[in-house]
């Protein structure tokens, strides 16, 4: 089951969602749910721009696979059947994918929208994790 912690927006939807911020749990994705409620999906979320394909081979539901751009704008929707071995690919470059129930109703130009603004906690984390340069006052 789905284990929603964030809640984004795209076109006045909002959908609650669990985030795939590691390479494992990118690598994991929704392999392992049986369903997604209405307006629940996975936020892929990648350090940098990717041509990275995508697989549903494992994933036992059909879904929605957006491809979104370093903009926060949809660049393509996938509609696809679980099961299907064939890679998915995006034509152009993207920064983040959302997986959602097939049939969502997001299309190209959509306006993805969360709040990426880091609370003390997540920037204690991505600090243990990264090697951040400081000036001479201490500031990232």
Do not use: W
Not at 46 to 57: A, G, P, R
Not at 81 to 109: H, L, Q, R, W
């Amino acid at each position: 089951e789905l284990n929603p912690t964030e809640t984004i927006e795209i076109e006045d939807q909002k959908y609650d969602i669990e985030i795939a911020d590691t390479e494992e749990k990118r690598m994991i994705g929704l392999k392992n749910i049986d369903s997604l409620k209405d307006k629940q999906g996975m936020l892929f979320i990648f350090d940098n721009l990717t041509t990275d394909n995508f697989t549903m081979k494992e994933t036992k539901i059909d879904l929605d696979i957006i491809f979104i751009d370093e903009d926060k704008e949809v660049l393509e929707v996938h509609s696809v059947k679980a099961f299907d071995p064939n890679p998915i690919i995006c034509s152009e470059p993207y920064m983040y994918v959302f997986e959602t129930n097939i049939n969502s109703g997001i299309k190209k130009g959509d306006e993805l929208d969360f709040d990426d603004d880091f609370t003390e906690d997540e920037m204690t984390e991505i600090k243990k994790s990264k090697m951040l340069v400081l000036d001479s006052e201490g500031n990232v």
